[in-house]
């Protein structure tokens, strides 16, 4: 090969070598080739590539064209591994000024973040349009909003009278605008050996606080109806202040059921930790448990679900600080027959007058419900992995998925488990949101999260029940009030006051206007599967001839927004029509404060419409009364 010394160029591999060896070889600003001990590779003319023990290559180039400059920042091995890289070291005489420069230009940008939440809401996106449609309603009758007892309600119960009305009141009280008016209560029954007075277990130090729940049995089949008495007194008082829905579910057979002797799950948190032979046990458990509570608390239990997350994988003694029991999709669907029969043999059955037609089955698709898992995608493949229950009329479903901004996979599985159910005898009627919480990790957007939450589950997923986790727990993420002590906090008996927290307004929101009985509505924005800019919660009351609009703004800018009411929608007899707002906007702190009414206007058309100002990282709830809906 002889190329033109003029029009070509040679491209040489060699093996790395010192510099001072380079002889003649054509070389950039004086540098080092090498590079991380890789070959070195360089430019020279035809005439100077004369080594037999090279490989040459010979390429097309312009004879101007230059070796690639390296990068004089990049540290060479032995740079490398001595750590006298160039860019530290010629930033040495001014190395503290540019860390300066570095932290001013962070702080720089957790400040505009900050500001841009705080001060978005005077930034207004233009005017958006939401469209209610008075026909075909995705719920026709919403069952309410609850919350589970366990395990505040051990707490709580053990508080003196008057403190215990404090927080009562404020979750359950009916007949109170302060209260978050919850008219559902799930009852936990307990299987564990129980606590002291300051919620630690009694036997084991794994357990979280107030989380060992005493079981009612003993192992000599012997009851202790006294065992928890602090969950029942809350309960009896919950119904007191108005609750008419309750559920009783498990976390777990009681501790001598169990294959690892404790109800935090097995050693190996993929294996069941019931033992088969004590199926029919722990069914007559639930079932004497349900009907005590009948007899002698004055409760009726509308609901029994007998696991908790059955599935997950993760009840294990060694990381679990509470209650939990793994059940494989077949076993559960196993246990359901001998449940059945032991609710049958505790005359459980209703007492229905000679007329009515209500049979046993019917009865039963109603009462039994599964599985209490922790996300849609969970519970189907629990369905198709053979966990279907004949004749199972409720399904409890967990919303962390949700809080993980996993709007579009939820919404998926949801559509699946439709399809799933609709192909079988018995199919779920009922689909209740049992468990979500710990919102509070989204700092200012805390509020917009659990608003958007319970929007996307009671459109998207059809809930026709929604349940908080925790009302009251020593997290911060969790909790939805805090209690302040006012003398000592160790001793659960003496005063304190309780505070509702940010989460406890945005919750009200909802729970103060969309009422059960009330008819959830499209619109059109229910439909859509992703993360929402403003999401829309629309409900009616056909008794009381009132609409409730509740609108997340999850933005971190003002929207201006309209609500155009479709042509089913009409003032009742010609009566002037009145809305009002109210608001949580925690950047300012609206806490459900009244703000200013919506503008109302109706058309030539005579369709009705309201036009408001969603500030950033809010919930604001319209109520429009004397409205009759097609």
Known sequence: MNPHVDSHVVCVLAPRHNDADDGDVAKSNGENDGYFGFPRVFWTRARQASASSMVAMSVQASPVLRRPKRNPMRPSASQKWTGQHPWWTALAPDRDRVLLKILQLMAAVVISIGLAARFGQYYMIPSQETLIFSSRPITSRFSGWGTSLAWWAEFVGRTSPEMRAQILDLVFDQSSNASLKLNIVRFNIGGSTGMNRHGESVDDEGFRSWGAIPSFIMPDGTYNWNADTAQVVVLQEAKARGANVFEAFSNSPPWWMTVSNTTRGAYYGTIDNIRPENYPAFAEYLATVVAHARDAWGITFDYLEPFNEPNSGWWKPEVSSQEGCEWSAKSQAAFIPFLVDAVRKAGLLPRLKASQYYSYLQWMAEFVTASDIWSMESIVRNLQNGGWIEGVGKINVHGYAFIIGMFEITAMW?????????????????????????????????????????????????????????????????????????????????????????????????????????????????????????????????????????????????????????????????????????????????????????????????RLSLRTVLPALSITTLVVSGVRAA
Not at 521 to 538: E, H, I, K, N, Y
Not at 555 to 579: E, K, M, N, P, Y
Request: charged letters at 20%; one cysteine or more.
């Open 414 to 606: 949801w559509n699946s488990l439709r399809d799933f159910v609709s192909d079988r005898a018995g199919s779920a009627q009922e689909l209740w949101m049992s468990e979500a919480g710990g919102f509070n990790d989204n700092g200012v957007r805390s509020a917009a999260t659990l608003g958007a939450t319970i929007t996307q589950d009671l459109n998207i997923l059809r809930a026709s029940a929604w349940a908080y986790w925790q009302i009251l727990d020593s997290s911060d993420a969790w909790t939805l009030m805090k209690i302040e002590p006012a003398w000592v906090w160790w001793a659960p008996s003496y005063p304190f006051r309780v505070v509702p927290g940010p989460m406890f307004y945005a919750m009200q929101q909802f729970t103060s206007h969309v009422r059960p009985g009330d008819a959830i509505l499209r619109s059109s924005r229910s439909g859509f599967l992703g993360t929402c800019d403003v999401c829309v919660l629309a409900a009616y009351s056909s008794s009381d001839q009132r609409l409730t609009l509740v609108a997340t703004n999850t933005d971190a800018v003002a929207r201006a927004h309209r609500f155009l009411l479709d042509d089913g929608f009409a003032s009742v007899d010609g009566r002037q029509v009145i809305a009002e707002a109210m608001r949580t906007n925690t950047l300012v702190g609206e806490l459900f404060a009244r703000v200013d009414a919506p503008a109302l206007d109706q058309g030539t058309d005579r």
